[in-house]
Antibody, heavy 118, light 110 residues
C-alpha cells in the first residue's frame, strides 16, 4: 500500500522559505506513470494545486505561485520536496503531498501538515 | 486562472439522490475529459471518487457517478447514507500540466 508522509516545520516566519518533504513508502517514485505533487488547503480558498514533479525531475507549477515555488525529487531517498519562498500569512494552510496519475487525478494523498506563517 | 465553481452546500435525506455541479470554462472542464471528484471528511485527506469524468477507482461504490456537459461537470450521489456527509471537491486539467480545483461543496445528510 502506497503511503505518503509530509514532514517539516509547522511554523514559518513571514518572508522566509517554507520547506517540506514527502517520504514515500510502499511504492516506487521512478514510475513514468505518475507525477508527485503538492496541494494546499485553506478554509477560505479550498484546495489549491501547487505543482508536481516527475521522476526525471521535470516540474510544473501553478502559474500563480510559479515565481516562488520549487519542487524537487530524490528517488534514491524515496522523497520529494517543496520550497515556497517569501511566504506571507496567506500561505498558511494544510499542505498535502500527493500522487498524480495519468488522468490528472490525485489518487493518493498524505495526511497533510499544517504550516502557519507568523 | 480562477478556481472551478461549486455551490457551497447541498443536502438530501437518507436514500435520496443529490447532484453537485462544478462549473468551469472552455479552457478547462469544457476542453478536457480530465475531471475528478474527491470526498473529504473533517480532518482527513481527500479521497478520490471519480476520475476522467465518469470512472470510479476500485473500492468506490457505484452510488457515486460522474458526468459532464459542456463546461459543467456533475457528481451524483445516489442512495444517500449518513457517512456521505462530507465536503466534495471537483478538479479539472487546465492545460500545460496545470490542475484546477473547485471551492468545495458541503453535503449534509438530513
Amino acid at each position: 500500500q502506497l503511503l505518503l508522509q509530509e514532514s517539516g516545520p509547522g511554523l514559518v516566519k513571514p518572508s522566509e522559505t517554507l520547506s517540506l518533504t514527502c517520504t514515500v513508502s510502499g511504492g516506487s517514485l521512478t514510475s513514468s506513470l505518475y507525477y508527485w505533487g503538492w496541494i494546499r488547503q485553506t478554509p477560505g480558498k479550498g484546495l489549491e494545486w501547487i505543482g508536481g514533479v516527475s521522476y526525471t525531475g521535470t516540474a510544473y507549477y501553478n502559474p500563480s505561485l510559479e515565481s516562488r515555488v520549487t519542487i524537487s525529487i530524490d528517488t534514491s531517498r524515496s522523497h520529494f520536496s517543496l520550497r515556497l519562498s517569501s511566504v506571507v500569512a496567506a500561505d498558511t494552510a494544510v499542505y498535502f503531498c500527493a500522487r498524480e496519475n495519468a488522468g490528472y487525478e490525485v489518487d493518493s494523498w498524505g495526511q497533510g501538515i499544517l504550516v502557519t506563517v507568523s | 486562472q480562477s478556481a472551478l465553481t461549486q455551490p457551497p452546500s447541498a443536502s438530501g435525506s437518507p436514500g435520496q439522490s443529490v447532484t453537485i455541479f462544478c462549473t468551469g470554462t472552455n479552457n478547462d472542464v469544457g476542453s478536457y475529459d480530465y475531471v475528478s471528484w474527491y470526498q473529504q471528511h473533517p480532518g482527513k485527506a481527500p479521497r478520490l471518487l471519480i476520475y476522467e469524468v465518469t470512472e470510479r477507482p476500485s473500492g468506490v461504490p457505484d452510488r457515486f457517478s460522474g458526468s459532464k456537459s459542456g463546461n459543467t461537470a456533475s457528481l451524483t450521489v445516489s442512495g444517500l447514507q449518513a457517512d456521505d456527509e462530507a465536503d466534495y471537491f471537483c478538479s479539472s486539467y487546465a492545460g500545460y500540466n496545470n490542475l484546477l480545483f473547485g471551492g468545495g461543496t458541503k453535503l449534509t445528510v438530513l
